[in-house]
């Protein structure tokens, strides 16, 4: 257990719905990590926040948003899901930044199904 | 600016060893190693930064090479539990992320 805490696990929606995935940090850890792995492919960066600012975004799509919040969780929204949006989608978290030598853990990941 | 990873998969038997490459053609600051069951959350194995340190964990260790921008991670003995998909995650200076590797799949047998 990485400390790491996402909910909810698996989730089924239709085409062009809303869904939020949330994303608890471990204790202490100000940044967070959004990645989407579809079905046996890699981790695509999405979006990273420190402290509840954007520092980071990747190849994230326009109908996807997300937010850091004072109390540090984060969450991602999806909206006008397509059927290829199905995906795991993974929170991730930090103590500070990358460059000062820490690294990501990773929470068990939001199965999300489009249908 | 993902990584190039090395091989796609490997099949080894219990004991043998294996090595995976992982390649970048921009300059590294560091490389992470995590290794993926099926459906599961990637696990952080080690962390190599610039310098060309080697570490290791248990019979897995790993080395990172500056000059040509490439780590490799060692799979010494190996044994069942090793079976799994080992991503490479890199990072450059002041980048903010990690970018990973499209990952190995690792598939020890008895």
């Known amino acids: 257990d990485s400390g790491v805490t996402q909910t909810p696990k698996h989730l089924i929606t239709a085409t062009g719905q809303r869904v939020t995935l949330r994303c608890s940090p471990r204790s202490g850890d100000l940044s967070v990590y959004w990645y989407q792995q579809s079905l046996d492919q890699g981790l695509q960066f999405l979006i990273q926040y420190y402290n509840g600012e954007e520092r980071a975004k990747g190849n994230i799509l326009e109908r996807f948003s997300a937010q850091q919040f004072p109390d540090l969780h984060s969450e991602l929204n999806l909206s006008s899901l397509e059927l290829g949006d199905s995906a795991l989608y993974f929170c991730a978290s930090s103590p500070g930044q990358l460059s000062s030598g820490n690294t990501i853990y990773f929470g068990e990941g939001s199965w999300l199904t489009v249908v | ?110």
């Open chain 2, 1 to 110: 600016q993902q990584p190039v990873q090395s091989p796609q998969a490997v099949i080894l038997r219990e004991g043998e060893d294996a090595v995976i490459n992982c390649s970048s053609s921009k300059a590294l600051y560091s490389v992470h190693w995590y290794r993926q069951k099926h459906g599961e959350a990637p696990v952080f194995l080690m962390i190599l930064l610039k310098g060309g340190e080697q570490k290791g964990h248990d019979k897995i260790s790993a080395s990172f090479n500056e000059k040509k921008q490439q780590s490799s991670l060692y799979l010494t003995a190996s044994q069942l539990s090793y079976s799994g998909t080992y991503f490479c995650g890199t990072e450059f200076l002041n980048d903010y992320k990690l970018s990973f590797g499209a990952g190995t799949t690792v598939t020890v047998r008895a």
